[in-house]
């Protein structure tokens, strides 16, 4: 089993910088890829980036060279970061971590969210 605990959601204003954390544990993890998704209200989810265990990342095309994505192995640990620059108010939406991709299934762990509001 696999938790993931999100930080580092808050307001900011349009242009200014973010840096979220994703703590998870788990004896897995240091197989698992990792991955950042947001939801924004009355829209569907989507990935933001992910990470895989040995550091490759890939990012969607909205990200533009504006965040960056890493993570940090530990015994049984890793924590998963998200660096956001130059912020929009089209960004504005829940982040979520995700652990372990599974296939068709998608992801099989998830945090609870940390709230981003670009305002």
């Known amino acids: 089993h696999v938790q993931l605990v999100e930080s580092g959601g808050g307001l900011v204003q349009p242009g200014g910088s973010l840096r979220l954390s994703c703590a998870a544990s788990?004896?897995?993890?240091?197989?698992?890829?990792l991955a950042w998704h947001r939801q924004a209200p009355g829209k569907e989810r989507e990935l933001v980036s992910t990470i895989d265990s040995i550091g490759n990342v890939v990012y969607a095309d909205f990200v533009k060279g504006r965040f960056t994505t890493s993570r940090d192995n530990g015994k049984n640990t890793a924590t998963l970061s998200l660096q956001m620059n130059s912020l929009s108010t089209e960004d504005t939406a829940m982040y979520y971590c995700?652990?372990?991709?599974?296939?068709?299934?998608?992801?099989?762990?998830w945090g609870q969210g940390t709230q981003v509001t670009v305002s």
């Open positions: 788990g004896s897995i993890l240091s197989s698992c890829a």
């Open positions: 995700a652990a372990c991709f599974g296939g068709w299934q998608g992801y099989k762990y």
